[in-house]
């Protein structure tokens, strides 16, 4: 390369300044190689990647990626460098290999950037125009916001994209001098440097001393023929004149751990600045496409977002797009820009194609503007054990991961659903929830399972830490079970892990779970602890029969912790409890109710049948914890109505406190529970609670009013409606005072069998469903 060129020293290497990620840097940077053909290309990024820097040729590799870096014996503590297809440094460094030139990574090691506490995850998203951590106390400057300022613009990103984005297109000046933005925004750095020193990113010191160090070794190599692309807040300090021993000072004495690194495929989304990424920018789709799209930026942008909105049934025509892009040349030109930015295509975009609404809108930023594209890596790059397994059992069920949020509906009926769930399963167990469970919107029989699948880019991350427990999916999670079930500390945990080994087919780990299940049992004597594990053991019960699992240990347990229930739970009710006791334990007495009736031991339900008589009809169980006995009792028809009500009068008599009476009623008829149809129904009952609240004393009322408020208004509009109804019309007018034989308004007085019978064929279709 000629002396005194632009963006060099007269004697020293081609120095480019770039941001990490802009269209317009990555031009620029292919422009400047080609004009000054380097015979070596040095990149910013962690030198251990340098043995993995041949894969980037590979077909198979496609950005956006990212190269991750690991501490060997802590894989949670990691670090990655995004590059896109629009990232100078990638553009660079495939610049190099398409001419079968050497190509280096300088930054700091990942072996000591990884040792520094709390350096992980992020240690090497730094901002590229100024990285690094910001010393305690200190303020970090962001170098693009001073030189907006300094321009005039308040903000940044239009700065950057009137200076450099929108450069190199098809005007005169684009190709005139392709080092002079280099050379111009060196100078700027420099400025900045001069004024402001590290600017709060004080770890960049050493950065930019084992830089220099490379940079030595390199000139000893290639002379001065070879370039060096990094964030262009570093260009000064890699100008400057300093000695290999004040370099070596800074570097020596560092901690040092060590590392193994790998590419992985990386996503927009986590480009994205709100995605936490500190070099990210805000629009990571936008600048994808100004970067493929050579001629004509705007109009294919525009024709992108019009059949994007008419994939969204939107009424979009091509008189649509015309407009909307006279409309962003024009705002373009009274803005005095180059060319349309992002902020003129958007706002055309609502004018024109959105009505002005900003709903759309969203979608669009969303979808085009940030984006979901997940990049690819290929097979050859190196991968844990057990990451390899997990890739196979991938294409082998064909569930490609991807970075948009999609649901996944699976009849586990089919031998190929019930793998994919027992793999998710098993992923969700070792802590790598590239799936979560959510509400099916069809059938919720239990051969139905509905997941929610998004791939993340820290997923690998998740991997390489589960290695640790084996080299297979299976492997991995048997053991990881097992350790679990030895480390638990509650008896929910046990019963909630064997719920999970069933769901995740983990035969191998049930023996060890059992165990621990087993003794946790024996040992725990708190009715709440044990009430709080059966329903898993119960829904495990029914799991292993639906999966084929066989779960036949797992049912004596249940019995053994279903009998402890129904002998302690009476004297724990009766123990003097306060309001949110007596809250959390009618939830557990839902919970038991609901667990017994999936088992099928002998006798069981007549036992729990018979605890239920008892808190109902004890006068010592709080109000909230007998309504709900009676209400479960009536439910099941072990409670005739004419008990129902006695019981009811008693709770409501004006013996009982108004607290205690609001209680029961919220237990009785709760608004989760279908309370309010009943009292639609059953006049009787509501005629005892109307009685009752009209004579609670003044006081009194305003006690218990946030309680009913909550009571009744968590019933539905039509049941509030219909109530209401049935109190206005009073005695004689709907309710049970209305005299011996009459029938409330609406309702005859008997069940009538005949339009009883014609409903039979329909419930039994729906309960067919529900089971399948």
């Given amino acids: ?96 290999q398409e001419r079968d030139l050497p190509v280096r990574f300088i930054d700091l090691p990942a072996a000591h950037s990884l040792a520094v506490p709390d350096s992980g995850e992020d240690g090497g998203e730094d901002s590229g125009e100024g990285d690094g951590a910001p010393a305690p106390g200190s303020v970090r400057l962001d170098p693009l916001a001073v030189l907006a300022e300094t321009a005039g613009y308040e903000d940044p990103e239009r700065w950057w994209e009137d200076v450099v984005e929108h450069r190199g297109g098809s005007g005169p000046a684009a190709d005139a001098d392709p080092l002079a933005v280099f050379e111009a925004l060196g100078e700027a750095m420099g400025a900045l440097r001069e004024a402001y020193g590290a600017g709060g990113h004080h770890r960049d010191l050493v950065r930019e001393a084992h830089m220099r160090q490379r940079m030595r070794a390199a000139r000893r190599e290639f002379g001065d023929a070879y370039a060096v692309v990094c964030g262009a807040w570093h260009v000064p300090a890699l100008r400057a004149k300093t000695t290999a021993a004040a370099d070596k000072a800074l570097l020596t004495g560092l901690p040092k751990v060590k590392v193994e690194t790998t590419w992985v495929p990386w996503t927009h989304r986590r480009l994205a600045r709100a995605g936490g990424y500190g070099a990210g920018i805000t629009s990571p789709g936008w600048y994808a496409h100004l970067f493929a799209a050579r001629d004509r930026p705007v109009e294919r942008w525009l024709t992108k977002v019009a059949g994007l909105l008419r994939e969204e049934d939107r009424q979009v025509s091509p008189a649509h797009v015309i407009e909307a892009v006279r409309l962003a040349d024009t705002l373009a030109a009274m803005r005095g820009r180059p060319e349309p930015g992002l902020t003129e295509t958007l706002e055309a975009v609502r004018a024109v194609m959105c009505d002005g609404s900003d709903i759309p809108l969203a979608l669009i930023e969303d979808r085009l503007v940030v984006g979901d594209v997940l990049g690819e890596v290929p097979d050859a790059a190196p991968v844990v054990p057990l990451q390899r397994d997990l890739t196979r059992q991938q294409r082998t069920l064909r569930l490609k991961p991807e970075a948009q949020d999609r649901e996944l509906e699976l009849d586990l009926r089919k031998d190929t659903d019930a793998a994919k769930s027992l793999l998710l399963h098993r992923l969700r167990l070792l802590g790598i929830d590239w799936g979560v469970p ?158 017994i009736g999936l088992l099928d031991a002998e006798g069981l339900r007549e036992r729990w049948a018979a605890v239920l008589r008892t808190l109902a009809g004890r006068d010592t169980v709080p109000g909230l914890i007998r309504g709900r006995a009676a209400r479960l009792l009536l439910d099941d028809g072990r409670l005739p109505p004419e008990e129902t009500a006695r019981l009811m009068g008693l709770s409501l008599s004006p013996a009982c406190a108004p607290a205690d009476a609001a209680g029961w009623i919220e237990g009785f008829a709760g608004g989760a529970s279908g309370g309010g149809t009943l009292l639609v129904h059953d006049e009787r009952l509501l005629g005892l609670i109307d009685a009752w609240l009209v004579s609670v004393p003044e006081r009194a009322f305003v006690d218990v009013l946030p309680l009913l408020r909550r009571t009744f208004g968590g019933y539905e509009a039509g049941v509030r409606r219909t109530l209401g109804e049935l109190v206005r019309r009073g005695p004689g007018g709907g309710l049970a005072g209305a005299g011996a034989g009459a029938a409330p308004v609406g309702f005859g007085l008997e069940l009538d069998p005949v339009r009883a019978d014609a409903v039979v064929d329909l419930v039994h279709l729906l309960l067919a469903g529900a089971r399948g």
């Fill in 1 to 96: 390369m000629s002396p005194g060129k632009a963006g060099q020293d007269a004697t020293g290497p081609l120095l480019l300044g770039v941001r990490h990620h802009g269209p317009g840097s990555a031009r620029a940077v292919r422009a400047a190689l080609d004009a000054a053909m380097p015979v070596a290309v040095l990149i910013e990024g962690p030198p251990e990647g340098d043995a993995l820097l041949p894969l980037a040729a590979d077909p198979g590799m496609r950005p956006p990626v990212a190269l991750l870096a690991h501490a060997a014996d802590d894989p949670g503590r990691a670090a990655f460098w995004p590059l896109a297809d629009f990232s100078p440094e990638w553009t660079a460094i495939r610049w190099a």
């Fill in 438 to 595: 959510t509400a099916s919107r069809g059938s919720t029989g239990t051969f139905r399972e509905t997941w929610r699948l998004c791939w993340e880019p820290e997923l690998a991350v998740r991997v390489a830490e589960a290695g640790i427990w084996g080299t297979t999916v299976v492997g991995a999670a048997t053991a990881r079970a097992e350790a679990d079930a030895a480390g638990a500390a509650e008896l929910g945990e046990v019963t909630a892990l064997a719920e999970r080994c069933l769901l995740a087919g983990l035969s191998g780990a049930l023996p060890a779970v059992l165990r621990a299940l087993a003794d946790r049992a024996a040992l725990d004597t708190d009715v709440a602890g044990l009430a709080k594990a059966l329903p898993a053991l119960a829904r495990s019960l029914r799991y292993g029969d639906v999966r084929g699992t066989d779960a036949a240990a797992l049912a004596t347990v249940a019995a053994g912790l279903a009998e402890r229930i129904c002998v302690a739970l009476p004297p724990a009710c009766a123990a003097g409890l306060d309001a949110e006791a007596a809250e959390q334990l009618r939830g557990h007495v839902d919970g038991v109710h609901g667990a």
